[in-house]
């Protein structure tokens, strides 16, 4: 398998590749050449894979310059059950016949992005290591990234994570998660600022190309394709779980907000995946919602996006919705630059022309809530299933009653547990959010932890003292 980007602007190139690179040379985003076939028969057989065979089986298609036995240990490393919390890994939740969750959040840091990012971790550290090369990670969090990033990569040799906060903006919980690792590799900067602060500085330093090079900085960012990879892994364990008959259609449900939760599912639809519906959930900033209700996007700008109760599907400009508009463009990179010039010049680009390619011919459908909405169906589901689910989650479920049909399931991705939002649970529905057990202790143990002032040189002189070079 090789990798092109959208912009049509780089060689064909091998896996190991694209996984250390951002951006692609041409400002494009790397996508798979093509996508491979998944057949009935084989999705059949898979039925009784572990979550760990299952990934190789699927990743083994995109990643073919590792070695089968080596990616089955990264896989097994990387979906070991004793990392994940519960009976189940990956359980299916049913909340009524035919309408189900899709247990995303039982890693380390209680939300979905533990399971792309814990292999993730572990790719990065074979690749470090095949090519004798070590990695500086730098990035912003305003919670879930940047902990289940360093849950991922916390003790892996060759990585060094300089994860910057914003100082006392974040839940008790979630500062605990963070700062609580006392791996010697992990570097938490509680900057005195806004999470766009702590944006900026990042931007500013890996703009600055020397320093970037000399640093040896990297990302772990949205956009990274291997953890695209790893998210399709999900799409058919679902499928597996809830079909009960060979090619049964099944929706789901995605909270979305960088568009990569749901291009996986896209991905998962284009192998073969007998997916009815892609149904897209956001919150208010529904800039996505837009353009698949009328087929015009329109980014919003940062000071534009509204702070809302489910804040991790808090963005206006989806960095991965480009490789998307590649599919619906027919792979027209030509016409992908085009576009992506246009949104810089104009601000927005307009493909209402394609709208039958999207719904029909790609399967997707869109929605979007608001607070009440949300607070509504946290409280539906805790009177009627006596469950609790997160304010993302509450997203996809209430976007999801919309589409359901009869006869084909519906299963809504439950992104984040919900003692990581244990406030909007208590709005909705009166009742504290029980802390899991293997939890209680840790907004107890000591945080490691730096306070710095919200200047670029303070955190540039940090990583001169700190980097693994
Ligand atoms: C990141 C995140 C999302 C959105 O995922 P995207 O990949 O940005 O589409 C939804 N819910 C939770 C809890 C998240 O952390």
Redesign the pocket.
């Known amino acids: 398998m090789k990798y092109i980007s959208t912009r049509g602007g780089m060689r064909p190139q091998e896996f190991g590749h694209i996984l250390l690179e951002g951006l692609a040379p041409d400002g494009g985003l790397a996508v798979p050449e093509h996508y491979p076939q998944v057949s009935g028969q084989t999705l059949e057989k898979w039925r009784a894979l572990s979550y760990a065979d299952l990934a190789l089986e699927i990743l083994s298609l995109y990643i073919t310059d590792v070695p089968r036995h080596d990616l089955a240990r990264l896989c097994q490393a990387a979906y070991n059950p004793s990392l994940y919390s519960g009976v189940q890994m990956v359980p299916v939740k049913p909340l009524r016949d035919g309408f189900s969750l899709l247990g995303l959040s039982q890693g380390p840091t209680l ?3 533990d399971m792309a990012m814990q292999f993730l971790g572990q790719v990065f550290e074979y690749q470090l290591e095949r090519t004798d090369r070590t990695l500086n990670i730098l990035g912003a969090t305003s919670g ?2 940047g902990s289940a990033a360093e849950y991922a990569l916390r003790g892996k040799k060759r990585i060094n994570v300089f994860m910057l906060s914003p100082d006392g903006r974040m839940s008790k919980f979630q500062r605990a998660q963070m700062y609580t690792l006392q791996d010697q590799n992990i570097h938490n900067l509680a900057v005195r600022g806004v999470f766009d602060d702590c944006q900026d500085i990042v931007k500013h330093l890996s703009g600055d190309l020397a320093f970037k090079q000399r640093m040896r900085l990297g990302a772990v960012n ?1 956009i990274n394709w291997a953890r695209i990879a790893a998210q399709v892994v999900y799409y058919f364990w679902g499928w597996l779980r809830v079909s009960t008959e060979p090619l049964q259609p099944v929706s789901f449900a995605v ?8 291009l996986a599912g896209h991905i998962a639809r284009q192998m073969g995946l007998p997916i009815h519906r892609l149904i897209l959930a956001t919150n208010e900033n529904n800039v996505l919602d837009e353009f698949f209700r009328t087929g015009t996007y329109q980014p919003r700008r940062a000071h534009q996006t509204f702070a809302t109760s ?1 804040p ?2 808090d ?1 206006s400009k989806a960095s ?1 919705f480009e490789r998307f508009v590649f599919d619906l463009v027919d792979r027209d990179a030509a016409q992908v630059s085009q576009l992506w010039r246009q949104l810089d010049t104009k601000g927005y680009f307009d493909l209402s022309a394609l709208r039958a390619q999207y719904t029909e011919r790609y399967g997707f459908r869109s929605g979007s809530s608001t607070h009440d909405d949300r607070l509504r169906t946290i409280k539906r589901v805790y009177e009627e299933n006596d469950m609790f689910i ?1 304010p ?1 989650t509450a997203d996809g479920v209430f976007v999801a009653e919309q589409f359901v049909e009869s006869n084909v399931p519906m299963v809504v991705l439950e ?2 547990l919900p003692v990581k939002f244990g406030e909007t649970i208590l709005a909705a529905t009166g009742q504290e959010v029980p802390i899991p057990r293997h939890l209680q202790q840790l907004v107890d143990l000591p945080q490691r932890v730096q306070v710095i002032d919200a200047e670029p040189q303070v955190v540039r002189d940090y990583i001169e003292a700190h980097a693994l070079l």
Do not use: V
Request: proline share 4%.
């Open positions: 939300a979905f992005k879930d990234t949205s909270p979305t907000g960088n568009f990569g939760n749901i489910s991790s599907m963005i991965n997160d993302h992104t984040a």
